[in-house]
């Protein structure tokens, strides 16, 4: 094996949630590798901000501002990449969001963004995107999975649901699709120092209880998940598929 089975040169991803946090970590990563990114986000400005500063390091990379909870909206704006930036080699699926509230006092429509941000969005990107892959019989699907896909923690109910129902999307894809060359992999985050966990990580109380719990004694910082996402997305993992892979300081290994 050389370094050349993590050389993405050639190939072309398309990243969900990609405007900042995890998701423009991941587009990082993988145009580190090579790779030609197409980041994808509902905030336009945003988008365009995170393209930008991409461009500035040398590297390839467009932008497709579509709606991921739009069934509709995912089939054109997969279409129009297609046809206008070129084939989709890589697909990662990292559109996510949380809300906190105790599972009995949880409103149904807060539980139905959740679930379709989360869990809806990883089916209607990947079935539109898959539907040109397979003629072409090969691709790549990373989804985003948690820690949660696995633990349960008081007040994040359709989060941890919804985590654990991507799990197994990840594993359905790999059977379904595995034979025709699409091979479908999870990473699976522990707590990683982000936008959306700023509030945590300022919570001293929470921070210190995280910090005792994770092995490596520490939050993640996102650049961590890098090297997963170019392993999944590389042919260094081509005999990979059904996989979750854990970045989480150890946190589900321990009691």
Known sequence: MTLKTFDLTGRRALITGSGSGIGLAYAEGLAGAGCEIVLNGRDESKLAKAEAALRARGFRVTSSAFDVTDPAAVKAGVDAVEKDVGPIDILVNNAGMTIRQPLEDF?????????????????????????????????????????????????????????????????????????????????????????????????????????????????????????????????????????????????????
Not at 177 to 205: C, M, Q
């Open 107 to 255: 409103p149904e429509d807060a539980w139905r963004r959740v679930m379709a941000t989360n869990i809806d969005s990883v089916f209607y990107v990947s079935k539109a995107v898959a539907r040109h892959m397979l003629p072409r019989g090969y691709g790549k699907i990373i989804n985003t999975c948690s820690v949660m896909s696995e633990l349960g923690r008081p007040s994040i109910a359709p989060y941890t649901a919804s985590k654990g129902a991507v799990k197994m999307m990840t594993r359905q894809m790999a059977v379904e699709w595995g034979r025709r060359g699409i091979r479908s992999n999870g990473i699976a985050p522990g707590y990683f120092k982000t936008e959306l966990t700023d509030a945590l990580v300022k919570d001293e109380k929470f921070s210190s209880w995280l910090e005792g719990r994770t092995p490596l004694g520490r939050w993640g910082d996102v650049s961590e998940l890098q090297g997963a996402c170019v392993f999944l997305a590389a042919p260094a993992s081509d005999y990979v598929t059904g996989h979750v892979l854990f970045v989480d300081g150890g946190l589900t290994a321990s009691v």
